[in-house]
């Protein structure tokens, strides 16, 4: 029976979880007062309500992660202190301005910047997917919100102007406001579609980092929320012209609100049904590249 031969590998030096429970805790003291102004946003702004989910879902994430970090030594980087204080200042700045983005995003910051500073660059790099959905958890800036919902506000007002004509309804539309015979819609920021992209790129992102494994699908379902929410969103425009024309009061109230979930669930689908389209792309494009066989060798005389 042959000797057991000692393991000469170097420990891994381990997480001091105290100090990374005593920095967490500072940081939830320092932020504390930012933090409740957006859970409170969250509770009353339908278009930011699945930032509830953001912070839990990345945290189970980077839960899973821990036997990954195991076999990785924490190399505490200095640079980290630098993006902590950078989160300060901006917090600062963003206190005296009043700026709510610069406020929120100083969160995020650092965050990151308490990673890279106990844990090192590796840690950053295994725990970057969980540190990019926290900004999800955000409110975009309302200037970029309002340049964004009212072209998608247009958008839905024309499908849907063309779509209840085809159907033989007459109807007028006038930029966004579309006139029926016994009502009048105006398709407001709340029907504009912004809320459904916003909740589906978050959605798109999570799914493909626990359905799929390719990079290029992932990237490919990120951008197809773009015009899977357009879509749905002029179909629920459509729908409510439709049924408006026939029982006005329908066209509002807790049967509306109703629609917009049934035609979100309806969008979510959909991303599901890409998925698979680009699933099967891969296998008959890729697949069939990698069935081919090398071309013969020229044999030099």
């Known amino acids: 029976m042959a000797p057991a031969t000692p393991d000469t590998r170097p420990p891994v030096a381990a997480l001091p979880w105290k100090t990374v429970v005593t920095v967490a805790a500072l940081l939830l003291a320092c932020y504390a007062p930012v933090v409740r102004a957006l859970v409170m946003q969250w ?28 076999n990785v030594p924490a190399e505490p980087n200095m640079w980290g202190l630098l993006v902590v204080l950078w989160g300060g200042f901006q917090l600062y700045i963003a206190t005296l301005g009043a700026e709510l983005f610069l406020a929120r995003t100083a969160i995020v910051f650092s965050i990151i910047g ?147 979930w049934v035609i979100f669930m309806i969008a979510f689908a959909l991303l599901a049904v890409v998925h698979q389209v680009l699933v099967r792309i891969d296998k008959m494009f890729f697949n069939k590249v990698a069935s081919q066989p090398p071309a013969p060798r020229q044999q030099v005389a």
Request: net charge negative.
């Open 114 to 260: 308490a990673v890279l500073l106990l844990g090192g660059s590796k840690y950053v790099r295994i725990f970057a997917f969980p540190l990019f959905l926290l900004f999800f958890m955000v409110p975009i800036p309302a200037v970029i919100y309002n340049q964004i919902t009212f072209p998608l506000q247009l958008i839905a007002s024309q499908v849907a102007e063309n779509a209840i004509s085809l159907i033989g309804i007459p109807i007028i539309r006038e930029g966004n406001v579309l006139e029926l015979a016994e009502q009048k819609l105006n398709v407001v920021e709340a029907c504009s579609g912004i809320r459904s992209l916003l909740t589906l790129t978050f959605l798109s992102l999570v799914y493909g980092y626990f359905a799929e494994k390719r990079i290029w699908i992932r990237v490919a379902l990120f951008f197809s929320t773009i015009p899977i929410a357009i879509t749905a969103n002029a179909g629920r425009v459509t729908m409510t012209g439709i049924i408006a024309d026939f029982k006005p009061e329908l066209a509002e109230g807790l049967f509306h609100e109703a629609q917009g």
């Open 43 to 70: 509770y009353d702004d339908p278009d930011m309500g699945h930032g509830f989910f953001v912070p839990v879902i990345a945290a189970y994430i980077a839960w899973q992660l821990k036997d990954e970090i195991s």
